[in-house]
T-cell receptor, first 112, second 113 residues
Framework: DTAVSQTPKYLVTQMGNDKSIKCEQN?????MYWYKQDSKKFLKIMFS???????INETVPNRFSPKSPDKAHLNLHINSLELGDSAVYFC???????????FGPGTRLTVL | DQQVKQNSPSLSVQEGRISILNCDYT??????FLWYKKYPAEGPTFLIS?????DKNEDGRFTVFLNKSAKHLSLHIVPSQPGDSAVYFC????????????FGQGTRLTINP
């Protein structure tokens, strides 16, 4: 029983392409997140949604657009991919007032 | 602006000994502190946490110590086991607005048999 799942696990694509990463959680949480782990290994929050509403939007290029069709899903669409977008992207979920976030296995994005 | 620093990128400890991982933070508004453990090709998993009203929290082999005046916390693992080999992230937060975890760079712990 996977708690937070992401697809795909690996994504290799050319510069300029548009791609999406999907995330689903079956924990009954109402808040979901996207994090980016860059080459220096820092994990930085990008977005957070609570009940399909955006609550955190860090300084992220507007080529990145999150979409939450329902509480259990949060997708990340990236337009016009750049070399610097290469990273591991982690989805996470929690209760809104929960102090612990549960992470998915990550999606390694490589932009060539 | 690095609010959280884990100054040791790596640490090697013999099995059975104590592992001590350190974390420093700059934001005095942080009032809740989490440690996450991460294996390769997996997402971080929650390990242990501490509230700013405490200075110590223990869970089995894992103990976290918090020194608010020094803005420093540490994670002690004793005795260390081979399965503890992983990357450990310190992640301070605020109870109000707990959604915004701020992660350190991580410390790679290797337990040698």
């Amino acid at each position: 029983d996977t708690a937070v799942s992401q697809t795909p696990k690996y994504l290799v694509t050319q510069m300029g392409n548009d791609k999406s990463i999907k995330c689903e959680q079956n924990l009954g949480h109402d808040t979901m997140y996207w994090y980016k782990q860059d080459s220096k290994k820092f994990l930085k929050i990008m977005f957070s949604y609570n009940n399909k509403e955006l609550i955190i939007n860090e300084t992220v290029p507007n080529r990145f657009s999150p979409k939450s069709p329902d509480k259990a899903h949060l997708n990340l669409h990236i337009n016009s991919l750049e070399l610097g977008d290469s990273a591991v992207y982690f989805c996470a979920s929690s209760h809104l007032q929960g102090l612990e976030q549960f992470f998915g296995p990550g999606t390694r994005l490589t932009v060539l | 602006d690095q609010q959280v620093k884990q100054n040791s990128p790596s640490l090697s400890v013999q099995e059975g000994r104590i592992s001590i991982l350190n974390c420093d933070y700059t934001n005095s508004m942080f009032d809740y502190f989490l440690w996450y453990k991460k294996y390769p090709a997996e997402g971080p998993t929650f390990l242990i946490s501490i509230s700013s009203i405490k200075d110590k929290n223990e869970d089995g082999r894992f103990t976290v110590f918090l020194n608010k005046s020094a803005k420093h916390l540490s994670l002690h693992i004793v005795p260390s086991q081979p399965g503890d080999s992983a990357v450990y992230f310190c992640a301070p937060s605020r109870i109000q607005g707990a959604q915004k975890l701020v992660f350190g760079q991580g410390t790679r712990l290797t337990i040698n048999p």
